[in-house]
């Protein structure tokens, strides 16, 4: 059985439709020499020719009627196949399921969704917005928007920026308690289940557990509370910046408390066009808004 290289087909087949090495060579984006050497690599594997050669031009002899059909129909089925997997980057439509956290979505996110369905208008978001770990596996999540110092290893994805705590308070407890030490004020902190997060790690290490008087499992329920008057929190500074009666409490913390904020997907996914294309959209639009985050 021949070991053809089939490429060499759609030289027979436009050199047959163009009737000289010149005009095919033109048609083909090539040079003179390639379309000479292509097709006698082709012939030298049939062991005849396929072309009378002539002054006038080439001609196809008649050996060579099979082999012209069998190119073209190649040539269609290559068309209609390029057409087909070009419609399916084109065409990004049906659902993505997207995960992120409450006080990201409402720091941002929730306005670059609205851009990213105005490009794709047949797409629709499932969103989760949950601190939980989802299993991509049993496809819960296709994308992720997440902080993390280093993300699962069986992601794959795109570190964006930093993203940068600050202690909040709001007036009216600053106005009760005045500056004081770290450890003598009363603390808001995220549960337990939270502790791997810079900001719990910094409260182990500065706060009493005496001292801590409210945990929860979100960073909007840590603001509301923070609102009212219960004491003090570490926070997202793209969140706590944005909610009313919140002021940072600077001086509070002695060091730099971040973490990472990454586009993440499975890699099972990554080449699916509805995840790429989100992924794109979000690497691009979050590092033009980096300073939301690290700030």
Not at 16 to 30: F, K, S, Y
Not at 115 to 132: A, E, G, K, M, N
Not at 137 to 159: D, M, Q, T, Y
């Amino acid at each position: 059985m021949h070991n053809w290289n089939w490429d060499d087909l759609r030289f027979v087949a436009v050199l047959a439709e163009a009737g000289t090495i010149a005009e095919a060579a033109r048609q083909l984006n090539v040079n003179r020499t390639t379309v000479q050497r292509r097709i006698a690599a082709f012939e030298d594997q049939l062991s005849y020719r396929l072309f009378s050669r002539d002054s006038w031009g080439l001609e196809p002899l008649p050996e060579a009627g099979p082999i012209l059909e069998a190119a073209r129909e190649i040539g269609e089925a290559l068309v209609r196949i390029e057409r087909k997997t070009t419609g399916a980057v084109q065409a990004i439509k049906g659902e993505l399921v997207v995960t992120t956290t409450d006080s990201l979505f409402v720091s941002g996110i929730a306005d670059l969704f609205n851009d990213f369905l105005s490009r794709y208008p047949d797409l629709q978001i499932h969103l989760s917005v949950s601190t939980r770990a989802l299993d991509f596996n049993r496809r819960e999540a296709e994308v992720a928007i997440r902080p993390s110092l280093a993300p699962p290893e069986h992601l794959v994805g795109r570190r964006i920026c930093d993203l940068t705590f600050h202690a909040y308070a709001s007036s009216a407890y600053l106005e009760r308690t005045g500056f004081r030490p770290a450890g003598e004020h009363r603390w808001l902190a995220m549960l337990e289940g939270f502790r791997g997060a810079p900001s719990e790690l910094w409260i182990a290490d500065n706060v009493p557990r005496i001292n801590i008087a409210l945990r929860a499992d979100s960073f909007i329920a840590l603001a509301e509370a923070v609102r009212l008057g219960l004491g003090v929190a570490i926070m997202p500074s793209c969140y706590g910046d944005r909610i009313d009666g919140l002021e940072r409490v600077d001086g509070l913390l002695k060091e730099r408390i971040a973490t990472g904020l990454w586009v993440l997907t499975h890699p099972d996914f990554r080449q699916s066009p509805r995840v790429r294309a989100m992924m794109d959209f979000l690497s691009q639009a979050l590092s033009a808004q980096s300073y939301r985050f690290d700030a």
